[in-house]
């Protein structure tokens, strides 16, 4: 059968429209991954982000203009060769315009990605081959800018494809991950859970029991069924006594599956608060499921509880293992800290036990929540037999988690990094640290989310706050901190000192003219490129 020029042109302009889709495909692959490759996450942003995607919609068909000039090329064959040249230097251009930008959290080309690539590349050619057949030259000038956005919704359909492959790719690391544990039966195991605080709490323990202990900690934040899987199979060995597996859960049922996965004999619920609302739906959602930590754990082992949280402390526990309470404020707990000291050097307290016995603690970790952090990671170590003086050690040289309350010096600027996943009661403790530092006080943040129907009325809050805390706002994305502004004006803040960049980029450039080595700069959150609006 012989190739005609035609289905020559068709062929290359296959290629060269493969080139120009690649960059969409690419960003929505990068914000699929953003919203951890979940469709009730992203439908719901895609949809709140169509309305930017309208917004340049006028200024892409402009762009998209030279396309029509091909109406005026009668012959077939040029207006093929045509319509090749303008959609590869249209391919060009967009991958010199990606090439430019500077993404907060890159695309992570996990296998995982590379699975969703040759399934997202198969959708294309069953697309674009049968209207290569059956649409005329001419029906491509529509087809090309539509093909521009067709990715971000057949990641839709990619991910309902892809869903029972990497259910069974999950499944079967989990079955080796619970291989190994089940040959360590003398093996240690920590859960740790909680709103906020559960990884600076992992890592204070963790500290501490290494006085005592060969212990191993879930990395960073690896605190999902595949990171923890991870971990189970790369890092754990048999010479290890102690596993501290942190243990996210952003919806109904997750922490009910990491417990029965690990099978933790002890278990510490840091605090319970909002958070992660667009998917727990409501508050009594999560208080039931983090309290799994502790239902879930058998009837010999050990909860630790925070009781100064009031979802804590009023739930009903459906488990009769024993319980080691703390906290600041409550009286009635195992290990209470008072007299609590704040310095540039850190903290300073004294815990005191049941039975009355005082103990003085340092330190170099601020705000009253490391404190609480702090006292979890005791009451356990003191239950697994770790003495005064050794507790007293690993306390006074464990760091603050990186982005987490840390206190640094970047360009000069006495920086207080609290960039990771803020939340309602982590702003107000940052805001009121912030608030006792020297010199000029700057707060630089695109606010909070994931926090449901409450989200906007948490940010106003937030806003409100700075008042006499903050001297200088910097809000990264208009269109996300509007409430922020919002509650920033109700509290009477002089609104000349709050200043609206589109990047945490251009705000350090506002730094670099405006603060100075005296000052101190909060940066409260860190987004992720899908919602930094």
Not at 224 to 243: A, D, S, Y
Not at 359 to 378: D, R, W, Y
Request: hydrophobic residues 45%.
């Amino acid at each position: 059968m012989r190739i005609t020029l035609i289905q020559l042109a068709q062929g290359a302009f296959f290629i060269a429209l493969l080139l120009y889709v690649w960059i969409p495909c690419k960003n929505a692959l990068h914000m699929f991954q953003q919203n951890r490759y979940e469709l009730p996450r992203y439908i719901p942003w895609l949809s709140k982000t169509i309305t930017d995607f309208g917004s340049k919609l006028v200024l892409y068909l402009f762009f998209l203009s030279p396309l029509f000039l091909l109406l005026f090329i009668e012959q077939e064959i040029y207006a093929w060769l045509a319509l090749i040249l303008i959609v590869s230097l249209y391919a060009l251009l967009l991958w010199k315009i990606e090439k430019r930008k500077e993404y907060i959290k890159p695309l992570h080309l996990t296998h995982r990605v590379q699975r969703q690539i040759i399934i997202m590349l198969l959708m294309f050619l069953a697309i674009v081959w049968p209207l290569l057949i059956m649409l005329p030259m001419r029906g491509w000038l529509v087809m090309v800018p539509v093909f521009y956005w067709l990715p971000w919704v057949l990641i839709i359909l990619m991910a309902i494809i892809t869903e029972p492959i990497e259910n069974f790719v999950k499944g079967y690391y989990v079955f080796l991950a619970k291989r190994i544990l089940k040959k360590q039966s003398n093996l240690i195991k920590i859960g740790i859970t909680g709103s906020y605080g559960k990884t600076s709490s992992k890592n204070i323990l963790n500290e501490i029991l290494t006085h005592q202990f060969y212990s191993l900690m879930t990395p960073a934040s690896y605190n999902t069924p595949m990171g923890i899987t991870i971990t189970i199979r790369t890092m754990l060995k048999p010479i290890h006594q102690v596993f501290i597996c942190e243990m996210g859960a952003d919806k109904v049922g997750d922490i009910d599956m990491l417990t029965k996965f690990v099978k933790p004999q002890f278990g510490i619920v840091t605090s319970i608060g909002p958070q992660h609302l667009n998917t727990f739906k409501t508050l009594d959602n999560i208080i039931i499921e983090k309290m799994k930590m502790i239902e879930n754990l058998p009837i010999s082992g050990v909860g630790v509880l925070n009781r100064d949280n009031e979802h804590i402390r009023n739930y009903r526990i459906k488990n009769k293992c024993q319980i080691l309470w703390y906290g600041i404020e409550s009286e009635d707990v195992d290990f209470r800290a008072v007299n609590i000291r704040y310095s540039p050097k850190g903290t300073a307290f004294d815990l005191v036990t049941r039975e009355q016995v005082t103990i003085p603690f340092e330190t170099k970790m601020l705000g009253e929540h490391s404190v609480l952090n702090i006292l979890a990671a005791i009451a356990l170590g003191k239950h697994l037999g770790i003495d005064w003086e050794r507790l007293q050690k690993g306390v006074a040289s464990t760091r603050q988690v990186e982005h987490r309350l840390e206190v640094k010096k970047v360009n000069g600027l006495t920086v207080i990094d609290n960039a990771f996943n803020s939340n309602p009661v982590s702003s107000k403790n940052s805001l009121d640290i912030l608030s006792m530092m020297p010199g000029k006080r700057i707060v630089i943040t695109p606010g909070m989310i994931e926090l449901g129907e409450q989200q906007d009325a948490y940010n106003r809050a937030f806003g409100a706050m700075m008042k006499g805390k903050a001297d200088e706002v910097c809000l990264i994305g208009k269109t996300q901190t509007q409430p922020i502004v919002e509650g920033l004006k109700d509290s009477g803040f002089e609104m000349e000192r709050v200043h609206v960049f589109s990047s945490v980029k251009e705000a350090f450039g506002w730094l670099a003219s405006n603060a100075t080595k005296e000052d101190t700069v909060l940066i409260e959150n860190d987004l992720p490129d899908a919602f930094s609006r």
